[in-house]
């Protein structure tokens, strides 16, 4: 299962929209190039491992969608924002739970799989705070779709691609961790910037939502 960009790049077609996957998978198409074969396990079983994340945002983006997009059409906002605050707050805790989960499952996973290279244990980390942007910035990808900003959304994924690319070949692709954490600031910047186009349709980002007046914890 794929996200839910991945999911609408998918149904849309075309090649702009392989082009747009190839973008949000650039690490997967470089890696290959330049890891020796042992990093090159570990790196692409961490990366394999981390779309746990998105997958159990897919499914909750998946329930989600209808209602978002009922909402959005209607001429008061203020239920449709309330809703984008539940759901970015939904995003927030099914993230952050699978991220730990990933986390403290992903070491026995490569233990299973014969895997002693320190590398996936020291990309892990910086591949899952990549994939977590949502219990940052909340459901960016699903939200700007909703809103028919899908466009701007895909235009900042070939920006940050572009942005992942150069990091690399500055400070040096054959460094896995350098790939690692450039691949996670590509993907935070993403979230972060969409997050804040979202706040102009009235949109609360991440655990800010807590703060949207029609929501009550308690």
């Not at 996200?3 to 290959?32: Q, W």
């Amino acid at each position: 299962m794929l996200s839910d960009e991945d999911i609408a790049l998918r149904r849309s077609g075309g090649p702009g929209n392989a082009i747009l996957f190839s973008a949000k998978y650039a690490d997967v198409l470089i890696v290959p190039w330049v890891f020796e074969p042992s990093v090159l396990f570990a790196y692409l079983t961490a990366r394999t491992v981390t779309l746990l994340i998105p997958i159990a945002l897919a499914v909750l983006g998946w329930k989600a969608a209808p209602q978002l997009a009922v909402l959005a059409l209607a001429h008061n906002q203020l239920p449709f924002q309330a809703a984008a605050a539940r759901v970015n707050l939904g995003y927030l805790m099914v993230c952050g739970s699978m991220a730990l989960f990933v986390l403290f499952g992903g070491p026995y996973v490569a233990a299973n799989m014969g895997i002693s290279d320190p590398v996936f244990q020291e990309v892990l980390l910086w591949l899952v705070i990549g994939q977590s942007a949502p219990v940052f910035f909340g459901a960016t990808g699903l939200l700007m779709r909703t809103l028919n900003r899908g466009v701007i959304s895909d235009l900042l994924t070939g920006i940050t691609a572009v942005f992942f690319v150069l990091c690399i070949a500055i400070l040096g692709a054959s460094d896995s961790m350098v790939v690692a954490q450039a691949l996670a600031a590509a993907q935070l910047a993403h979230a972060a910037i969409c997050a804040l186009l979202l706040t102009q349709s009235g949109v609360w980002p991440g655990l800010t939502a807590l703060f949207h007046k029609q929501i009550r914890i308690f």
